[in-house]
């Protein structure tokens, strides 16, 4: 290697190092964290709430069956 890309080298691990430097001093802003106690901005529960109507569950539980046999009839002809 000539002394010219020896120094080359040097000099350019001497500015990666302090590029590292500065970059391991730099502070970090904290992260913000909400005042809104967990599960309470989105309620991820809401399937489970108290208020939720009754009519919902009574619907899926009609039309599960009407689906059923629609896929039956389907497969039995061949269509899926």
């Known amino acids: 290697m ?3 890309k ?3 080298k040097i000099t350019s691990e001497h500015e990666v190092e302090q590029l590292l430097r500065r970059a391991a ?3 970090r802003p ?3 964290f ?4 967990h599960g309470r901005e989105t309620d991820a ?3 489970f709430a108290s208020h939720r109507e009754a009519g919902s569950v009574v619907w899926f539980f009609g039309a599960l069956p009407a689906f059923v046999i629609v896929y039956v009839i ?5 269509a899926i």
């Open 6 to 8: 020896a120094r080359a």
């Open 2 to 4: 000539s002394d010219r």
């Open 74 to 78: 389907c497969v039995k002809i061949g």
């Open 45 to 47: 529960n809401r399937e």
């Open 30 to 32: 904290s992260r913000a």
């Open 34 to 37: 909400s005042a809104v106690p």
């Open 25 to 27: 001093k730099r502070s």
